[in-house]
């Protein structure tokens, strides 16, 4: 009898350790900068949703996707972020948000997490390997992550002789 209970505990035990733990998104980041007639032009959203999960058995991710309002874009020119929200550049009205969801994910050394995503913007969707960083801070995770993307793959400001079609990306975000 006694052994029975052990190994209904043991097995309870067990399943414990793998289950996810949900962490709950404290800020986020998302800044972008594109090259326009030779110059910098630096921007970001301001309204991101972020969740993610960790797996607590390997302490590894298991969830981590983002989302965000192409209405919330700012670069410092209002004239400019109402142009960036017609249809020849984001297209807001049919076209809100900005996904991202994980797809794959292994840890590096220290750090750094080899991932890759699916980017969806305007209704194209697109792998991307994004080199991400993970960190611990007392009770916090933070994210980071540094890339690049290329805005005609998404259908965003068509052929220009002045406008780059590099974007740099930089994400950052911290869960608790």
Known sequence: MKSSYFTVIFIVLCSCSAIAQKLVLEEATVNFKVKNAGFWVNGYFDEVKAEMEL?????????????????????????????????????????????????????????????????????????????????????????????????????IGGDSLTLANEVLVNIAASFK
């Open 55 to 155: 797996q607590q058995s390997k302490c590894r991710i298991k969830k981590l996707n983002g989302k965000l309002k192409v209405a919330s874009i700012h670069t410092g020119i209002s004239l400019r972020d109402e142009h960036l929200k017609n249809d020849d550049y984001f297209d807001i009205e049919q076209y809100p948000e900005i996904s991202l969801e994980l797809l794959y994910c292994e840890a590096q050394n220290g750090k750094s997490l080899d991932t890759v995503f699916k980017l969806i913007i305007k209704n194209v969707e697109r792998e991307i390997h994004i080199p991400l960083t993970m960190e611990r801070d007392l009770n916090r995770i933070l994210i980071s992550a540094d890339f690049e993307i290329n805005r005609q793959d998404f259908g």
